[in-house]
């Protein structure tokens, strides 16, 4: 079965920085997208990166010169450096792949929570 399991979540203050990391195990054939998206309490599930299979990356603006996605194998990474309070949230990462479990589908991992306080 194919699952993403993420880490690295925590508390930091602001103007720290995190490294979050997720990996896909399971029978993999063929991972193309992958992302981090966020959601912080009382707001919608936001992009926040993506990487393509061949490396091309995107930001969300709010994130832009802060963030940075990078992917290796079957592992997502999201270095957030100078983070805001506004940045906490729970932390998603998600991968569009083709696998064992059945057709090519978006995979989600279970959250982990990044909390910037003082």
């Known amino acids: 079965q194919v699952q993403l399991v993420e880490s690295g979540g925590g508390l930091v203050q602001p103007g720290g920085f995190l490294r979050l990391s997720c990996a896909a195990s399971g029978i993999i054939f063929t991972i193309y997208d992958m992302a981090w998206y966020r959601q912080a309490p009382g707001k919608q599930r936001e992009l926040v990166a993506t990487v393509t299979r061949g490396g091309t990356t995107n930001y969300a603006d709010s994130v832009k010169g802060r963030f940075t996605i990078s992917r290796d194998k079957n592992t997502v990474n999201l270095q957030s450096n100078s983070l805001k309070p506004e940045d906490t949230a729970v932390y998603y990462c998600?991968?569009?792949?083709?696998?064992?479990?059945?057709?090519?589908?978006?995979?989600w991992g279970q959250g982990t929570q990044v909390t910037v306080s003082s």
């Open positions: 998600m991968a569009d792949l083709y696998g064992s479990d059945g057709p090519r589908k978006n995979y």
